[in-house]
């Protein structure tokens, strides 16, 4: 009987999963961006918007998309995520332009809005209780098989068949199966109960402080991945003179050890203390900033690339898992909340920009990179506290 039980969860989990992974196409911003910024002769402060106009649409539709699932449920609010996503991966196959790209990452952002607000709460319905962290770890591995993939197609495509955007139709396909695979797949969802939350309510929940300090801190990692999704391989072409198509290796590089940190953190989280691994992560980050700043040697920056991959590998699973928890009559709300903090999505890049173009060099974007880390710093004593 709890072989069958078992059986019956793998099958809900397996095209959530698939879902986590299309998740994961956000992330083909920061290579797509330096081929873009090459492709148009953009300034740095220029060519972040593209990944800002990704993440800006965290700000607008969060909370929104939190109580569109208590509409419509979660399941349909994924399936609609993934219909957007669809078609945001459409639009450069019809039509590449300056315009057109920003059009497509808008589209994107929106579609990855609502998927990172509702695919969440939608596992909790599949996984329960101190299994949870670990399950969302697992979402963020596969999610992150495609955050690494994306550069390594990207240059794949760019040096066989001539057009480093065939990774675009490629993903497409992907979103399109996964439309199809959840779509066909029934998940009971519990009942949200009472009447929907409006936007202030929602928003009153930062007046926690556990809940203020959870956003802040996923502002910061998401800062932080995006803002070394982007710079990774700037620093190699500034410092060592790297073409961008091997210079794009960062980037993979990243996700490699993101990747490898959220496989493990799948298995540690299941068996050890949470606050005591966001500790051990944070640690690696700050080792990691350090060696970005002093280092100019291809091998010891790619070690400093690495120790920040694995370090912000977990540091999102945690974060979100403990706001649930801690409110777990609103997961919905929460959710929309902690999603919301994608914005510093938007927030660091731009300012990562300004700072990189005033000083003629990725220091800048650096400088901004080692704010977040910092909070992460405090927000590891809170979480102790707490």
Known sequence: MNTIKQEKVFLRVVPVMLAFFAMGFVDLVGIATNYVKADFDLSDTVANLFPSMVFFWFLIFSVPTGMLMNKIGRRKTVLLSLVVTAAALLIPVVSYSFVSMLISFSLLGIGNTLMQVSINPLLSNIVKGDKLASS???????????????????????????DWKLLFPIFMAVAVLATLWLGITQIKEEETGGKTSTFLQCFALLGDKTILLSFLGIMCHVGIDVGVNVTAPKILMERLGMPLADAGFATSLYFLFRTIGCFTGAFVLARYSAKKFFAISVALMVLSMAGLFIFNNLTFIYISIALVGLGNSNIFPIILSKAMLYMPEKKNEVSGLMIMGLFGGTVFPLLMGLLSDTMASQTGALIVLTVGVVYLIFLTFKLKKG
Do not use: H, N, R, Y
């Not at 969302?136 to 068949?161: D, E, M, N, R, Y």
């Open 136 to 162: 969302l770890t697992l979402g963020q591995f596969v999610k992150a098989i495609a955050s690494f993939t994306a550069p390594l197609i990207a240059a794949w495509a760019a040096a066989s068949l001539g």
